[in-house]
């Protein structure tokens, strides 16, 4: 289903401590051009370069999503990019002071909260759509992404995850429509299985991490969570972040067993080939002309991707 691009009315702006290495950080985030994407900018750097939320400006790392464009750096960017994805953000230019952006309460919801409040505004640019007919499947382990084709007209997310014995493992499915991020994914925190903490700690990470925005599975005392399935929802939460990369609305069936940040990523960096290799085979031409359904009438065989803009 074809929207209007959007970005923000006015700025908004927040500050908060970093998840991981604890720094103080504030965030800016303001309106951008239609086309712009979401764009991340070091405000405590001099003239650093901006980072774009795509998939070639992703660095390896683990447990976090991070981005790199010459000497700038900025971790934890999937709890926004997750809201940007659930909301319809498209166009955004984040400033943000350090080199991670700030955990909050773990969750996506003061990035949902922070946009709402700043308003969002439609912009004269169509959203750009990627309707899978390819199927992309990528395993680590016994961890696997499965993208099909779509069952219906948005993006849908099954996770079956894996935990310690009295967490409850249950499947958990979400469908993007409007409002159910806002309800069912963003109030989703951040979780941690108690056995693991200490090794994390010792790599560096979790120096922001406090009770209130991290919730241990699996310890001595029972996990208090705010709906049920928080650690599955906040799963899907960071799957939506790291499919936000891609760049455009992503109509498709994720089936998700046991994946993390580095599965979700090598299934976007997938996606955006067959996206690539669409627009240099001259299958994406300008948003002025014809849309899918003339191409699809006129050229029926030359349908391998559906980018829907214009073409």
């Known amino acids: 289903m074809e929207r ?10 927040f500050e908060g401590v970093a998840l991981h290495s604890g720094d103080s950080v504030r965030v800016r985030l303001e309106p951008a051009p239609a086309g712009t994407g ?8 001099d003239d650093g370069p901006d980072v774009p939320a795509l998939p070639s400006a992703l660095v390896t790392s683990n447990h976090r999503t991070v981005l790199r464009e010459g000497p700038a750096e900025v971790g934890m960017v999937e709890h926004l990019l997750s809201a940007c994805n659930g909301l319809g953000v498209d166009n955004l230019i984040v400033c ?26 439609e912009q004269k640019l169509t959203r750009k759509v990627f309707r899978v007919i390819e199927p992309v499947v990528v395993r680590e382990g016994d961890a696997e992404i499965l993208v099909l084709p779509p069952s219906g007209d948005e993006l849908r997310v099954r996770y079956l995850p894996t935990y310690p014995a009295e967490i409850d493992d249950s499947p958990f499915e979400f469908f993007l429509t409007q409002g159910a991020f806002e309800s069912e994914v963003a109030p989703a925190r951040t979780f941690v299985v108690a056995s693991e903490i200490e090794a994390l700690l010792a790599a560096g990470y979790g120096k922001g991490a406090t009770a209130e925005n991290t919730v241990v599975l ?10 049920p399935c928080e650690p599955t929802r906040h799963k ?10 891609l760049g455009v609305s992503l109509h498709a069936d994720i089936i998700a067993t046991r994946s993390g940040h580095a599965l979700n990523q090598a299934a976007v960096r997938r996606l955006r080939e067959q996206l690539d290799d669409a627009e240099l085979a001259g299958e994406v031409m300008a948003q002025d002309g014809y849309d899918i359904r003339d191409v699809m009438r006129l050229l029926p065989h030359r349908y391998p991707f559906l980018l829907v803009d214009r073409v």
């Not at 899907?236 to 990369?245: E, K, N, T």
Request: no cysteine; proline share 5%.
């Open 218 to 227: 699996g310890g001595d005392t029972p996990a208090e969570l705010r709906m």
């Open 96 to 121: 943000v002071s350090g080199s991670e952006m700030p955990g909050m309460d773990g969750s996506a919801l003061p990035y949902v909260a922070a946009m709402q409040k700043a308003g969002l505004l």
């Open 236 to 245: 899907v939460l960071d799957l939506l972040g790291d499919f936000a990369l």
């Open 38 to 45: 979401i764009v991340f900018r070091r405000s405590d750097l």
């Open 4 to 13: 209007a691009a959007r970005t923000l009315k006015k700025n908004a702006e």
